[in-house]
């Protein structure tokens, strides 16, 4: 199992995310995950800079595979759009860029004013979306009129030889299906065996799947805690919540539920190896090929140089 290290727009500047994705390449991680965000999940993270200009920016100072986690290419930017920006990252990145896609969030997606629509509703605009980038990426115009996308006489010029590989995220078993039809790989955060075999058997076959998890290294269990809870307690929240809350006030509202006994078993806090072996070892139990280990808090030197001395 590949390990590789997830920049958190929400919670960085993009000096801090650049500052990262070089450590990160010099301690042996494999590849980076970079967030696609419009708001942060709260306030006191604080940040959410443009993933476009960051994945430009990055192709500057690593080398190493870059995919986002996730981009959602169905309402706040058009597929078209999404397109031009995947094939320009695709050549800066000399074909390492893997463009990762969902069907989003509120948070982030209603801000154009759009009505935010039902999961299956966004579901299909996600497949028909893919299918439009799929045929920008062929080369020549285009010219479609789908169910949910208009694109009139678009051509994108800057591309690479190979289009860009499109790994998809899913959780239920509608999503689950359309992820092994189309995608050319499967993103998951959660290390969960059930899923990673229901893709394979939908059609995902041996195509890579990749997991994630955040970490918050701090000198003691509980100073980590502290910090998890104070940030990112968003991560504790259940079911759909994180799919149709619309701002990061109505997530720190919903947050107060979620204790620091929650976040303690969650996330991987302190300094101790074993936490993260732990959570290393979920992954790769439940067959995941690549897992990407995000920090939370202001000790991100400190978690990677662990990785490079325990894992990388």
Known sequence: MRIGYFLSCEEYTPAQLIEQARMAQDAGFQGLWISDHYHPWNDEQGQS???WSMIGA??????????TAVTCPIQRVHPAVVAQAAATSAVLHDGRFVLGVGTGEALNEHVTGERWPSAGERLEMLEEAVDVMRKLWDGGFVNHRG????????QVYTRTPTPPRVYLSAFGPKALALAGRIADGYILTMPDAGLVRGFREAGGGDKP???????????TEDEGVATAHRLWPNEGLPGELLQVLPSPKHFEQASQLVTPDAVREAIACGPDPAKQAAQLRAYEDAGFDEVYVANIGPHYGELIDLYRKEFL
Do not use: Y
């Open 58 to 67: 990055l192709s500057q100072v690593v080398d190493i595979p870059v995919t």
């Open 49 to 51: 800079s443009f993933v």
């Open 209 to 219: 799947v990749q997991g994630g998890f955040k970490a918050s290294w701090a000198p």
């Open 147 to 154: 169910r949910h996308f208009a694109v009139e006489q678009a």
